[in-house]
């Protein structure tokens, strides 16, 4: 009777050991996005243009924007106090490509934000129209 209680407890040991390593597999495997949303979102509810212009990468085609200089544009347009309450509120969407790489999106209205990580981090990519 005693080795079956052993060896019931030494599978309940290694039980919890998997799942320990599962659990901080999952944690290292974090893509850094939620620690920019974070910051995306912030910077948005505050009404902050210039950290929200710094978090976009250029050239972003919207209504033929390119350029930095032309980010008030897009403030007016996409970033609406109906959108910025809006993208306060939203999880966004994980996306992996066939190649493995992963996006994120958000959707407010009729605008899809994307967001995307290339050398310097994540940063958004893209706007969209969600139909």
Same mark, same amino acid.
């Given at each position: 009777m005693n080795s079956t209680k052993s060896v019931i407890g030494r599978g309940l040991l290694v039980a919890g050991l998997? @799942?320990? &390593?599962? !659990?901080? #597999? /999952? /944690?290292? !495997?974090?893509?850094?996005?939620? /620690?920019? $949303? =974070? %910051?995306?979102? /912030?910077? &948005?509810?505050?009404s902050d243009q210039k950290a929200v212009s710094d978090m976009i990468k250029y050239p972003v085609l919207y209504q033929d924007v390119r350029k930095v !200089?032309?980010?008030? @544009? *897009? $403030? #007016?347009?996409?970033?609406?106090?109906?959108? #910025?309450?809006?993208?306060?509120? %939203?999880?966004? *969407?994980?996306? =992996?490509?066939?190649?493995?790489?992963?996006?994120y999106s958000a959707f407010c209205d009729s605008i899809i934000y994307s967001f995307a990580k290339d050398e310097s981090g994540w940063k958004l990519t893209d706007f969209g129209v969600n139909d």
């Open positions: 998997l @799942v320990s &390593v599962g !659990s901080a #597999r /999952a /944690a290292g !495997s974090d893509d850094g996005f939620a /620690a920019f $949303w =974070t %910051q995306f979102k /912030a910077a &948005v509810s505050k !200089s032309e980010f008030p @544009v *897009i $403030w #007016r347009g996409a970033f609406k106090p109906a959108h #910025r309450a809006c993208l306060a509120k %939203q999880k966004p *969407i994980k996306d =992996t490509s066939p190649k493995g790489e992963f996006s």
